[in-house]
């Protein structure tokens, strides 16, 4: 059978463009993408990127509190001006919209502006009726923010929906502890806004290492956000221009806007994907083997799509190997076991890579090593802010399982941590690393004595309802 193409690709995101790119440009496919919205993706367009950026503003004020600290003479940072912040913000994205197209049309990939479904194993259908047919069909279509299902939450934001605000609003709260919900939290306290974040669990960031967890839900708290734990909304109502919010607790007040950040789900609905045979997961995800194959052999799927580990790296490894597996015959899998990963909160970041201390205490016997301190730039403006570093080490092997830190950069330094444990490294080749001083990753190489020993019996496991 002749196809029109050897590879179709919906989804123009991170993942679905480096399969695209990857295929075509290094093993001579002939490939078509449809992208129904913006190229470039959650992450590009309406996640990392922008957020990022968001994190940057809001960390004026704080820097100029600490200039203040080291002896500058100034009052602050100034009014914020969000409409100016915007317009550079949206230039900036355009840009990158602009480098993932021109990078897609330099491999020459055939570009399709509009939503594509299945119509079957080998056939995609575009939204103007236009049937193309494919040897091999990729699904890259991510995901989109899940509502919680309670009363009047279409009077609610998404996450989506904070970079296209045209006013800050003066009173906001975010419902969610998970990583959009806290960074959001962050970001519009430090903007100037009045920010209240409503959370079901006692601790934010479920499924984070708990001592980490209780560093960054203080943190929340110190920064001036209304943490409100094991609280949550029940119904909206429209009050004007505002909304009324209640609580399980019985509880109503009003805000400005609220933003739902209660978690996403994998954008597979109206792909056509159960009726082109398709196996599909609780949460609607498409389920997939190790190469990223699905339960029909001429479709795959990478990206958030699986519910995999839903990072943009992740995606990108994901697609790069299906395209160097299935066109360059270059057999790649992914390993999801060890990847690292960062929450942009300030002024610390969580940032994180293998076990955390209950996942390890449930594993067998390990060692714990903890350093809490006062990092030295923020110390000597008079912060009382502190930061905490992490190593669980298998007691018998004597292998580093996890790192945690909660400082300034943590991002920055787990990426380097990842690779050393990577490739299997002990306690013993992080101790004989010499420090560099002074800094706060030479924490991660003067532990010495482990702060306790875990996961002989249940007795001394770790609490994991932290």
């Known amino acids: 059978m002749t196809f029109d193409y050897d590879l179709f690709v919906i989804g123009g995101g991170s993942g679905g463009v480096r399969a695209a790119r990857i295929a075509a440009s290094e093993h001579g496919a002939r490939v078509g993408l449809a ?23 809001s960390q004026a004020e704080a820097h100029a509190a600490e200039a203040r600290g080291y002896g500058w003479q100034t009052a602050g940072a100034g009014a914020f001006d969000w409409t100016m912040f915007r317009h550079k913000l949206d230039a900036e994205l355009t840009r990158l919209e602009g480098a993932y197209t021109g990078g897609l049309a330099a491999a020459n990939v055939d570009i399709h502006k509009q939503r594509a479904r299945l119509a079957d194993a080998h056939t995609v259908e575009l939204a103007d009726g236009q049937r193309l047919t494919a040897k091999h069909i990729l699904i890259a279509a991510g995901g989109r923010p899940a509502l919680p299902g309670i009363e009047g939450e279409e009077l609610g934001l998404i996450s989506d929906d904070l970079f296209l605000l045209e006013d800050l609003p003066g009173r906001v709260l975010v419902v969610g502890g998970g990583f959009i919900a806290c960074e959001f939290a962050t970001i519009l306290q430090g903007l100037g806004c009045q920010t209240t974040l409503s959370y079901r669990g006692d601790a ?33 109502a429209a009050e004007g221009e505002a909304r009324r919010v209640d609580f399980a607790d019985g509880s109503s007040e009003v805000f400005d806007a609220v933003i739902f950040a209660t978690g996403r789900a994998p954008y597979t609905k109206g792909l056509g994907l159960e009726q082109a045979g398709v196996k599909l997961g609780r949460k609607g995800e498409i389920v997939v083997d190790e190469w990223s194959q699905s339960s029909v052999p001429s479709i795959y799927a990478v990206g958030d799509v699986t519910d995999r580990v839903n990072l943009t790296p992740v995606a990108i490894r994901e697609g790069h190997s299906f395209a160097d597996t299935v066109f360059g015959a270059k057999p790649r899998k992914v390993d999801h076991g060890l990847v690292a990963s960062a929450v942009y909160t300030r002024p610390h970041e969580l940032a994180t890579v293998g076990l955390t201390e209950e996942e390890a205490a449930a594993r067998g016997p390990a060692l714990i090593y903890v350093a809490s301190f006062r990092p030295m730039r923020s110390l000597f403006a008079g912060s009382d802010a502190r930061a905490a570093m992490k ?6 092997t004597d292998r580093v399982l996890g790192c945690h830190i909660f400082g300034p950069e943590a991002g920055e330094m787990i ?9 299997g ?13 002074p800094t706060l990753a030479e924490e991660l190489v003067t532990m010495r004595k482990p702060t306790r020993r875990i996961g002989d019996d249940n007795s001394d496991k770790a609490d994991a309802s932290a």
Do not use: W, Y
């Open 204 to 236: 934010v960031l479920r499924g984070f290492d708990g001592e980490m967890r209780r560093h960054a839900t203080e943190q929340l708290r110190m920064i001036g956000v209304d943490l409100r734990l094991e609280s949550n909304p029940v119904r909206l």
């Open 391 to 396: 190593l669980i080490v298998d007691a018998e």
């Open 425 to 437: 490294a002990t306690k013993a080749d992080f101790d004989a690393a010499i420090a560099v001083h």
């Open 35 to 57: 992208e129904e919205s913006r190229m470039g993706g959650t992450c590009v367009i309406r996640g990392c990127v922008p957020k990022k950026l968001m994190i940057f503003a």
């Open 415 to 423: 990426q380097m941590v990842a690779i050393p444990m990577g490739m």
